[in-house]
């Protein structure tokens, strides 16, 4: 993985967040409530990750 980041806590803090990139983290998962408060959210890109699933959060997302 290119990406180093690991720990994914805490980002659902960032409430006015508009665009995510998580390429190539080395991902297996993404954590369940990640998507709850991220309402502004308008850009998610994972690729390159070993994603099965995504959080069913991620359809409440207004903007994506």
Do not use: M, V
């Not at 998962?29 to 995504?54: D, I, V």
């Amino acid at each position: 993985s290119h990406n180093k980041l690991r720990d994914l806590s805490g980002l659902e803090t960032c409430e006015r967040l508009e665009s995510l990139a998580l390429d190539s983290a080395g991902l297996t998962e993404l954590p369940p409530g990640l998507f709850t408060r991220l309402q502004h959210l308008k850009y998610l890109s994972a690729r390159w990750n070993s994603l099965t699933a995504l959080p069913d959060t991620i359809c409440s997302l207004p903007r994506i």
